[in-house]
Nanobody
Framework: QMQLVESGGGLVQPGGSLRLSCAAS????????IGWFRHAPGKEREGVLC????????YYTDSMKGRFAISRDNAKNTVSLLMNNPKPEDTAVYYC????????????????WGKGTLVTVSS
């Protein structure tokens, strides 16, 4: 069974840093693009970052450039999202997903996502 499991969420202060991890099982990570999207209460789902099988990175919004970074370790079947200088508006449940490429939007089908990890940015 293909599965993605997020970890690393929690409370972080504005201006701090937090690393989220996404562990893949049941499939070969190297065969897929992996990304993150987030969902905050009362807001639409928002793509964060995506990394292709070749390591090319896609930012879904400019507000994350220079603050968020994504990396993949195919040998460990994990993808990380590093959040630098988080802001209160970054508070959301963060989901990792797999897809056949980094497209304009994250996939709609829940079978391609993990269960999510909550990030709260607050002092």
């Amino acid at each position: 069974q293909m599965q993605l499991v997020e970890s690393g969420g929690g409370l972080v202060q504005p201006g701090g840093s937090l690393r989220l991890s996404c562990a893949a099982s049941g499939f070969t990570l190297a065969d897929f693009a992996i990304g993150w999207f987030r969902h905050a209460p009362g807001k639409e789902r928002e793509g964060v970052l995506c990394i292709s099988t070749r390591g090319d990175i896609t930012y879904y919004t400019d507000s994350m450039k220079g603050r968020f970074a994504i990396s993949r370790d195919n040998a460990k079947n994990t993808v990380s999202l590093l959040m630098n200088n988080p802001k209160p508006e970054d508070t959301a449940v963060y989901y990792c997903f797999r897809d056949y490429g980094c497209y304009a939007e994250p996939p709609d089908m829940e079978e391609y996502w993990g269960k999510g990890t909550l990030v709260t940015v607050s002092s």
